[in-house]
C-alpha cells in the first residue's frame, strides 16, 4: 500500500524567492517519486522522478528534489519563483519497477506574487 | 519522445447520450494504460489499470460498466462514458507505460467533459 501527503494546499511566494513544497509518502515496497505540475485545463507534465538512482533529483524548470529515505520526504525546490511557475503541483509515488498506477497526493497551489 | 495524445480535449453531450474518449501513445508501444478522474480542485483518482488486448482492471466503486474502456492495440486505448449523467461531468486523464521506466508515466492532456 502508498500514500502520499502534501503538506500545505496553497503556497505562496514572492517572485524570485524560494520555492518549496513537501511531499511525504508511506510505501510497503521501494518506492519510486514523481513530482508533477498540472496548468488549468491541461494533463500532467513530468517534472521530475525518483527511480532508485540519485537521492538528488534535477528536473525541468529549474526544480529539483531530494529522497530522504529516513525521512520518507521527496520535497520539491526552486532557488528562484518565477511568475510562470504558478501552477498546481502533484507528488506521486508508484512501486518501483515499470507499469505500476501512481497514487497521487492530494495537490500544492503554488501561488507566485510580484 | 514518449507523447500521449488524448482527444478530444474538451466535449460537451447530453443526458443518456455516449461519449468517447482516446488515448493514443505516438512513439512508444503502450502496454499499460491507467485512466484517472479529477474533480474541480481535487487530485487525480485512478479508475481503471488496461492492459493491451485483456479486459481493463477497474477500481473499487468505478462502474465498469458505465466506464468502458478498451485497449485494443499497443497505441490506442479508449474510454466510453455511456449513458452520461451530469455527475459524470469531470476531466479525465489517461496515462501510457510502455513496460520500459524511460517512458512510464506519461500523461495525455486531459479531456473535460461536461454533460448537460
Known amino acids: 500500500a502508498q500514500s502520499v501527503t502534501q503538506l500545505g494546499s496553497h503556497v505562496s511566494v514572492s517572485e524570485g524567492a524560494l520555492v518549496l513544497l513537501r511531499c511525504n509518502y508511506s510505501s510497503s515496497v521501494p518506492p519510486y517519486l514523481f513530482w508533477y505540475v498540472q496548468y488549468p485545463n491541461q494533463g500532467l507534465q513530468l517534472l521530475l522522478k525518483?527511480?532508485?538512482?540519485?537521492?538528488l533529483v534535477k528536473g525541468i524548470n529549474g526544480f529539483e528534489a531530494e529522497f530522504k529515505k529516513s525521512e520518507t520526504s521527496f520535497h520539491l525546490t526552486k532557488p528562484s519563483a518565477h511568475m510562470s511557475d504558478a501552477a498546481e503541483y502533484f507528488c506521486?509515488?508508484?512501486?518501483?519497477?515499470?507499469?505500476?498506477?501512481?497514487?497521487f497526493g492530494s495537490g500544492t497551489q503554488l501561488t507566485v506574487l510580484p | 519522445g514518449a507523447v500521449v495524445s488524448q482527444h478530444p480535449s474538451r466535449v460537451i453531450c447530453k443526458s443518456g447520450t455516449s461519449v468517447k474518449i482516446e488515448c493514443r501513445s505516438l512513439d512508444f508501444q503502450a502496454t499499460t494504460m491507467f485512466w484517472y478522474r479529477q474533480f474541480p480542485k481535487k487530485s487525480l483518482m485512478l479508475m481503471a489499470t488496461?492492459?493491451?488486448?485483456?479486459?481493463?482492471?477497474?477500481e473499487q466503486g468505478v462502474e465498469k460498466d458505465k466506464f468502458l474502456i478498451n485497449h485494443a492495440s499497443l497505441t490506442l486505448s479508449t474510454l466510453t462514458v455511456t449513458s452520461a449523467h451530469p455527475e459524470d461531468s469531470s476531466f479525465y486523464i489517461c496515462?501510457?507505460?510502455?513496460?520500459?521506466?524511460?517512458?512510464?508515466?506519461?500523461f495525455g492532456s486531459g479531456t473535460r467533459l461536461t454533460v448537460v
Open positions: 525518483y527511480t532508485s538512482a540519485a537521492t
Open positions: 488496461s492492459n493491451e488486448g485483456s479486459k481493463a482492471t477497474y
Open positions: 506521486a509515488v508508484s512501486p518501483s519497477g515499470s507499469a505500476r498506477q501512481l497514487t
Open positions: 496515462s501510457a507505460s510502455g513496460g520500459n521506466e524511460n517512458y512510464g508515466y506519461t
